[in-house]
Structure formats: structure tokens, C-alpha cells
């Protein structure tokens, strides 16, 4: 600790320090002689420079975000956003009366949002922003069952005869499980067919359909894999069976990925709101949307969509303001944050953006075929996600697991894990493009790939018995299944 210059015949002294806790070594205090509590809180309070060193020293231990090469999440932002985001940290932006300009921002994003999304404009479109893509996953569930339970009573359907059913291919992420979990829905799972097949069959969705079906979810970027579903083939499939259902199936669609990429990049795709039958979709602003975790939108095509029941009025400066966040408090810093990126992107920006991180994820598809012995399940030329296996090789004693422990010896976070039913012997790894990913990092990778690939090559020579079971760890997978040797 410095302490007050003194002035006169004590100036001599200016520079002596009163010994203290934190006087020598480098990083030396008492209370780096410690551990750190883990079981009860600490007794005394300790300086906030030396409690500082000592927590960011703990946090060095997750490695470094920017290596992790297979999450989704943003982990770079510019000086300037991450100074948005700070000046923001105190803001709840629950707090519609205190904070009402947070609020205005949030709504200036949802208007942006729905019309990257093509929201039309003889409807009302509805949103809001929230943690991430599963908040947003969750209320659009909630919303496509509570639509369904009153549309059923009304036509005379026994609603408790069976439980309502949502439809998805086995490439889902958790949250569809655990929204169905939660929400007491059957999960309707469709296995993706082979490896080329790794999306939803619009026509084995639409023949999974029956009276108690309160949607289908295609999704825009695969978490496994980073494939399409064709969402206009099931539209059209949907539109069929609506013909002449009893009761009408609408489509949601988990854009977790690809709502903050398409539109920039290739707005010509269609997979949104121009389609009828899709009434509402959901993104993660923190994945193409560029900003830090977390958050997620949610977006319905029309007030209709999104029943009554699930708002709740907030009083908000003299007005009532609806509210649908399963969650309540959180700071506004994401929102602001969101809003930052694209007043500072503008659709050109991102445009730009993105193309970049697509062109380093086509360079990585060019290198790891370089290589040989990898086949390519996406190249990332659809969005900057690559997903390669192992090229099958009776000679070869070493698998993709071993292959990413040997990786991590550079520093590199980039798992192995198993494909969803019906292909889970097929192990596959993936990277995330993102932004702040350039052609020098990617080419590091290769070159410590190569090393990795030559060291197991000539150490591991005897293969060794994989068994797979859900109490294992080596990989893992969005389902959360875990599996080890
Ligand atoms: C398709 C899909 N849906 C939902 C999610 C959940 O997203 P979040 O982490 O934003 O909650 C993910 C995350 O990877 C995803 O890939």
C-alpha cells in the first residue's frame, strides 16, 4: 500500500512504505500464503488490490476464451463496446421506470431484428431480448403450447388424454429437451439419416404430426454440425398437412446461429418469416450477433402468436409495459451492447464481418484436407462452422478424443464428441469461426494439428478399447452426454 507523501524534514522519507501484508515478494501478501476459501466464507475483509491479483490469478486456470475454438460465444469486443458494456453493469433492465431509455434501446433492437427477419408488415410483430438462445427457446415453447392448449379446447380435443408433442431431429440442443422436460412435453426426436443427412426430413416431421403437435423446430445452424434444416421444403410439407388437419401445426425456428449471420451474408436465403408457417424465432446475440454472453431474441410474427397469459404488465412511466422473460433481474450492459454493434456495423459491417470469419473457417477446411486422413461434414461455407472425423484407418491406434488431448498440450480447447442417435458411434470435432479468429491463428492450429497428428503417429500403436458410457468423460456432447475411455 502507498502512503501519504509526507513534507519537511520528513520528506527524506517519501519513499519508505510502512510494512503490510503486501510488501515482498512480487505478488507477495499474507494472504497469498494461503489458499483461497472454498467451504465458509473468509472471517476478515483483505484489500481489494491484493483480492483482485488473487481472483484473477484463480481465473487464468480456464485458459484463455480466445483458444477455445469450439464454443459459440462472442470472446472478443472492441475497447469501445466493452466501455458500453461497463458504463451499462448497473442497469436492470427489468427496471423499465428507472431505466427507460435501456428499455427504448431494447425496443429499437427487436424492430431491427424483425426486420432482418422479414417480419411482415401488415402483422404485429412482438420480441424481446433475453439471457440467450434458451430463454428464447423456452418462451417460444411456452408460447406454441399455450397456443395449442386453448386452440385444442376449443375445438374439442381431450387435452389431457395424451401429452401435447414438439418435433425436432435428433441434432436439437439441450434446451429442446429441457423445455420438453420442464414444460411437460414429449420430445418427438427424428434421427438424422446418415452423414450426409445431418438435418430434419420435412416430410417424417410432418407424418410425426397429430392433434396434440404444438410445432416443429428445424433448426438454422445444427450445434453438432453447423447444417441447415430446409425449412421452406417443411413449410411447404406443413402447409400441406395444414390443409387439412384438425388443428393447425406452426413452425419455430431455432436460429440460434444463423439469425444474426443469414441476413447479412446471404439474405437471399429464405428460411424466415417470409415462410407462412413460421410464427416465431429465436437467436443468440452473443453467438453471429457479436456481442459478449449472454443474450438471446425471441421474435413472434403477429401478437396472435404469443397468448395472452404469458404477459405480464409492468408499470412502466405512467404506461403498462408487457413483459414475457421467464427471467427477471439482469444488467441492460448486453442489450446496449447489441445495440452498439449495430449502430457501429451497420449491415455492411457485418456483412464484412462475418465474410472474414467465413474465409478463415474455408482456409481451416483447406488445411484440414491437407492433411489426409479427415473428411469434411461441413466446410463452413453455409456459416463459419467446420466439422471434420477421422477418415476410417484399420492402421491408425488413435481416435479424435486423443487427438484433442494432444491439442490442449498447445493450449488449444477444440473437443471430440459424439454425433446425436442413430450415428452416435461417429465422433466428429468442430470449430467455431469467430471474429477475432485470423488466417495467422488457424494456421498455427494446423501447424500444431500436423505436430499432433506425427506425435500420436508414432506414440500411440496400440489401440485402446472405447466404452462409451454416459458416466465417462473424455468428450462431450450438447446433450450433455459425456463419454471417456
Ligand atoms: C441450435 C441451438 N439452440 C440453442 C442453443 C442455446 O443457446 P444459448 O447458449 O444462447 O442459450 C444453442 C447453443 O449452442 C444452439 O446451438
Known amino acids: 500500500m502507498l502512503h501519504r507523501r509526507k513534507s519537511g524534514e520528513e520528506k527524506e522519507k517519501e519513499y519508505m512504505f510502512t510494512p503490510d501484508s503486501s510488501t515482498t515478494p512480487l505478488f507477495g501478501s499474507s494472504e497469498s500464503d494461503h489458499i483461497l476459501p472454498r467451504e465458509t466464507i473468509n472471517d476478515n475483509a483483505i484489500n481489494p488490490n491484493i483480492a483482485y491479483q488473487l481472483i484473477s490469478d484463480e481465473m487464468m486456470h480456464d485458459g484463455n476464451p480466445r483458444y477455445n475454438l469450439c464454443t459459440f460465444v462472442q470472446t472478443y469486443m472492441e475497447p469501445e463496446a466493452k466501455q458500453v458494456m461497463v458504463d451499462a453493469i448497473a442497469t436492470n433492465a427489468i427496471d423499465k421506470a428507472e431505466y427507460p431509455q435501456t428499455t427504448e434501446v431494447e425496443k429499437r433492437c427487436v424492430s431491427i431484428i424483425s426486420d432482418l427477419w422479414n417480419a411482415p408488415k401488415d402483422e404485429e410483430y412482438m420480441g424481446t431480448s433475453t439471457v440467450g438462445s434458451s430463454e428464447a427457446c423456452m418462451l417460444g415453447g411456452m408460447a406454441m403450447k399455450f397456443r395449442w392448449r386453448k386452440r385444442a379446447q376449443a375445438l374439442g380435443i381431450d387435452i389431457n388424454a395424451k401429452k401435447p408433442n414438439l418435433i425436432v431431429s435428433s441434432g436439437f440442443q439441450v434446451v429442446w429437451e429441457k423445455f420438453c422436460?420442464?414444460?411437460?412435453?414429449?420430445?418427438?426426436?427424428?434421427?438424422?439419416?446418415?452423414?450426409?443427412?445431418?438435418?430434419?426430413?420435412?416430410?417424417?416431421?410432418?407424418?410425426?404430426?397429430?392433434?396434440?403437435?404444438?410445432?416443429?423446430?428445424?433448426?438454422?445452424?445444427?450445434?453438432?454440425?453447423?447444417?441447415?434444416?430446409?425449412?421452406?421444403?417443411?413449410?411447404?410439407?406443413?402447409?400441406?398437412?395444414?390443409?387439412?388437419?384438425?388443428?393447425?401445426?406452426?413452425?419455430?425456428?431455432?436460429?440460434?446461429?444463423?439469425?444474426?449471420?443469414?441476413?447479412?451474408?446471404?439474405?437471399?436465403?429464405?428460411?424466415?418469416?417470409?415462410?407462412k408457417n413460421v410464427i416465431s424465432i429465436s437467436t443468440s446475440g452473443h453467438k453471429f450477433g457479436l456481442v459478449y454472453p449472454g443474450l438471446g431474441w425471441v421474435m413472434w410474427r403477429d401478437k396472435q402468436y404469443l397468448p395472452e397469459e404469458l404477459l405480464f404488465k409492468v408499470a412502466y412511466l405512467g404506461a403498462f409495459e408487457p413483459t414475457f422473460q421467464i427471467n427477471f433481474s439482469r444488467p441492460g450492459s448486453q442489450i446496449w451492447a447489441q445495440y452498439y454493434n449495430f449502430v457501429r456495423w451497420g449491415r455492411e459491417g457485418y456483412k464484412a464481418v462475418h465474410e472474414k470469419s467465413r474465409d478463415v473457417g474455408l482456409f481451416l477446411t483447406k488445411g484440414l484436407e491437407k492433411l489426409?486422413?479427415?473428411?469434411?461434414?461441413?466446410?463452413?461455407?453455409?456459416?463459419?462452422?467446420?466439422?471434420?472425423?477421422l477418415k476410417a484407418d484399420e492402421k491408425r491406434a488413435w481416435t479424435e478424443y486423443d487427438l484433442a488431448d494432444r491439442l490442449r498440450y498447445y493450449g488449444w480447447q477444440l473437443p471430440a464428441y459424439p454425433l446425436p442417435?442413430?450415428?452416435?458411434?461417429?465422433?466428429?470435432?468442430?470449430?467455431?469461426?469467430?471474429?477475432?479468429?485470423?488466417?495467422?491463428?488457424?494456421?498455427?492450429?494446423?501447424?500444431?494439428?500436423?505436430?499432433?497428428?506425427?506425435?500420436?503417429?508414432?506414440?500411440?500403436?496400440?489401440?485402446?478399447?472405447?466404452?462409451?458410457?454416459?458416466?465417462?468423460?473424455?468428450?462431450?456432447?450438447?446433450?450433455?452426454?459425456?463419454?471417456?475411455?
Open 421 to 485: 442417435k442413430n450415428l452416435e458411434d461417429v465422433s466428429i470435432m468442430r470449430v467455431v469461426v469467430r471474429a477475432d479468429q485470423s488466417m495467422e491463428q488457424i494456421s498455427l492450429l494446423l501447424k500444431d494439428m500436423k505436430d499432433s497428428i506425427d506425435y500420436l503417429n508414432e506414440h500411440v500403436t496400440v489401440k485402446k478399447d472405447v466404452q462409451k458410457t454416459e458416466d465417462t468423460v473424455v468428450g462431450y456432447s450438447h446433450n450433455e452426454k459425456r463419454y471417456k475411455k
Open 372 to 389: 489426409e486422413i479427415f473428411k469434411i461434414l461441413n466446410s463452413g461455407e453455409n456459416i463459419p462452422i467446420v466439422c471434420w472425423m
Open 181 to 275: 422436460v420442464y414444460w411437460d412435453v414429449e420430445l418427438r426426436e427424428l434421427p438424422m439419416k446418415s452423414l450426409e443427412e445431418l438435418y430434419l426430413d420435412p416430410k417424417a416431421a410432418v407424418a410425426a404430426c397429430d392433434e396434440y403437435t404444438i410445432g416443429i423446430v428445424p433448426i438454422m445452424g445444427i450445434t453438432y454440425t453447423g447444417t441447415f434444416d430446409d425449412i421452406v421444403a417443411l413449410d411447404k410439407a406443413v402447409e400441406e398437412y395444414n390443409k387439412t388437419a384438425k388443428i393447425s401445426v406452426p413452425i419455430h425456428v431455432d436460429a440460434a446461429s444463423g439469425g444474426l449471420y443469414l441476413p447479412f451474408v446471404n439474405p437471399e436465403l429464405v428460411w424466415d418469416f417470409r415462410l
